[in-house]
């Protein structure tokens, strides 16, 4: 097609990367554009959003953020739902079975930390004085499973060690053991977005909407931010 890019980079936290919504819009743009160059990312949510910046990325397919950057653009095509997990004979459950924890019990005990390489960390997440972290959630999981501190990842993330007793998700008694986080694809509001990067983002769009029942898809929502 005149004026398509020929290649688009995208960059995807590794959370999402089991999610199906953007491995479908790309088949979907694979069948509009069999000609163009697809290159897939995974990066740590921090240095994900610095690839894009410098242009070593067209978008990136990230949680929320805090607060409003001018420099970026944004839509949001999803949401995700984060639960606190721990081994079920982590010391902190007590050897007695599943009891009901506070959240200062979280923050005594160790908590691994997805992070990027920078060392950022999403506060909401990272409440535990003692922290192990790593920009790799595999590895995350590897080291809660072995009973090396506690974690937050998406429930879909997790769902399967959960299933087979691996994991136990954190019984809680004053607070919800679920932070239910937006995703969002973003890219730098002064760089112009090629034809491809348009028709994946509408996609996405569109998948999240029939996902949530609605006929027609609501135009975009490029400059709301939540704080």
Known sequence: SQGLEPVLTLVVVPELLAAARWADALAALAQDHPLLEVRVHAAAQADALAMVRDGRADLALVFERF??????SFQEVGEETMVAVVA???PMLGGEGPAALRDADLMAARQIVV?????????????GHRQWRTDNPVAALSLVIAGLGWAMLPVGFVRAALNSGQLLEIPASNFTNALRLFVDVVWPSERPLGPAARRFIGLLDAHRNRAAGAVVPQPARMSRRRS
């Open 67 to 72: 607060g409003m950057d001018p420099g970026e």
């Open 88 to 90: 079920p004979a982590h």
């Open 115 to 127: 992070a990027g390489r920078d060392g950022q960390v999403d506060r909401r997440m990272a409440i």
